[in-house]
């Protein structure tokens, strides 16, 4: 298959113009490193299994995917961008993502990264709001943000849900967040839900003086999704939720478009992510995807957490976290090479840490995320001995104690909430 070698070009310089792509490949038994590369480059882009007609032609040829690199296991693959379909993000997966995965001379394949060029990335939204203009609307400056999630995940008729929701709010936490998998069930129905919910919200923004929000997961099929969303804003709420990978490139940007319209900050669960991304031979990774929901406009994104109970490397978390705050990426040490990203005055997406958190742990989330975080904790407020707004407020007392530099035993001296949380939880680091 010597024809596949056309698209195997170590000389090749990038222009600015190209999308570049980077791989970890492994061929299969008896295909060559050059071959493997060639074929991914070829099928991702405009080449097939066999030499034909009009595949040698100038203007074909000159738009073709190149393998402009190899290192190990490692490629690198431009592509011109008169390949992709701006504004487009399922046929960006398609191309990139699309039939490569499944070819019987890749053993394995891992989409690691990718850099946009700026053409592409502004044919993207990208975020409404982003970190500063949801720090405006919860009218908070100097510290990381929190949300809870009533627990247990389903069963919880609204009347419970809304007592659990007031403890909440008034232990001192922002947001009160629906979990992955809860939207519209037989014990909950997501109207009856979301209005009592946000009337209560009101009376606890009068009683505390403090801004709160509810984070409804409006995740449907797309036009019932947007009726949701709608039904959001009539009732007064400043966000929605969407499992943004389980409801489609499509549908979240459809979603995204609406919010737009109606002024909703848009909060992102990765929900199913890690059936494609946890795999670090086979797949693709969670910086990828998180770039590709920052381009489309998710105000905030999952990240992980590396020690709460969720898969998440160190080096790949922080990354994720550099590429959703800055305009401009960083070249991170580590062992995972990542590309350099330009966003291109993109509004930042605001990294939500997740997965096992309790207030023990609130000081190592903030030293290696910083402060303009959101910490998603549920079992580690519902489950606080003291009870639910006991649990709220140990995490408060966690955070102030993390900004003022004092160590979370010596601040538990006189906070009681705080003391049971680690008489509960201590530091452990959930597994």
């Not at 032609?57 to 690198?76: D, Q």
Request: hydrophobic fraction near 40%; include cysteine.
């Amino acid at each position: 298959m010597s024809h596949y070698l056309d698209f195997v070009d170590l000389n090749y310089k990038p222009t600015k113009n190209d999308l570049i792509c980077l791989f970890r490949f492994e061929p299969a038994s008896g295909v060559s490193v050059k071959e493997c590369a060639g074929r991914i480059a070829a099928e991702s882009s405009n080449g097939t299994w066999s030499a034909t007609q009009y595949g040698s032609k100038p203007h074909i040829r000159k738009i073709r995917g190149r393998t402009f690199k190899i290192k190990g296991n490692l490629m690198w693959i431009a592509y011109p961008l008169e390949l992709f379909e701006l504004g487009s993000m399922p046929q960006l997966l398609s191309s990139v993502a699309g039939n490569i995965f499944g070819m019987k001379a890749v053993k394995n394949l891992r989409l690691e990264d990718i850099q946009f060029p700026e053409k592409y990335v502004k044919s993207f939204r990208g975020p409404q709001f982003g970190i500063n203009g949801i720090k405006r609307i919860m009218k908070i400056k100097d510290r990381p943000l929190t949300a809870t999630v009533p627990k247990p995940k389903l069963g919880m008729p609204t009347k419970e849900y809304v007592d659990a929701a007031k403890k909440i709010w008034s232990g001192g936490v922002d947001f009160v967040k629906t979990d992955e998998n809860m939207t519209s069930q037989r014990f909950v129905n997501f109207y009856k839900n979301t209005e009592e919910v946000l009337k209560a919200r009101d009376k606890i923004e009068s009683k505390t003086g403090e801004r709160k929000a509810f984070l409804a997961n409006v995740t449907a099929e797309t036009k019932e999704m947007l009726k949701r969303a709608n039904f959001v804003k009539e009732c007064g709420g400043e966000f929605v939720m969407v499992d943004f990978l389980t409801a489609g490139f499509a549908g979240f940007q459809s979603l995204r478009n609406e919010c737009d319209d109606l002024g909703l900050a848009l909060y992102l669960h990765r929900a199913f992510h890690a059936s494609f991304t946890r795999n670090r031979k086979h797949g693709m990774s969670m910086l990828t995807v998180a770039k590709l929901a920052r381009l489309i406009g998710g105000d905030t994104i999952h990240i992980g957490t590396v020690i709460g109970k969720l898969v998440g490397p160190k080096d790949e978390v922080l990354a994720i976290s550099d590429n959703m705050r800055r305009d401009v990426s960083m070249s991170l040490k580590g062992k995972q090479p990542f590309l350099k990203q330009k966003w291109y005055n993109l509004k930042p997406t605001l990294p939500v840490s997740s997965g096992g958190l309790h207030p023990g742990i609130i000081p190592d989330i903030i030293n290696l995320l910083g402060k303009d975080t959101l910490l998603q904790i549920g079992g580690g407020v519902m489950g606080n001995p003291l009870g639910i707004e006991a649990g709220a407020k140990a995490v408060r007392q966690a955070i102030e104690a993390s900004l003022k530099g004092i160590a979370l035993k010596e601040y538990a001296k006189d906070k009681k909430e705080l003391k049971a949380a680690l008489d509960q939880w201590g530091y452990t680091k959930p597994i």
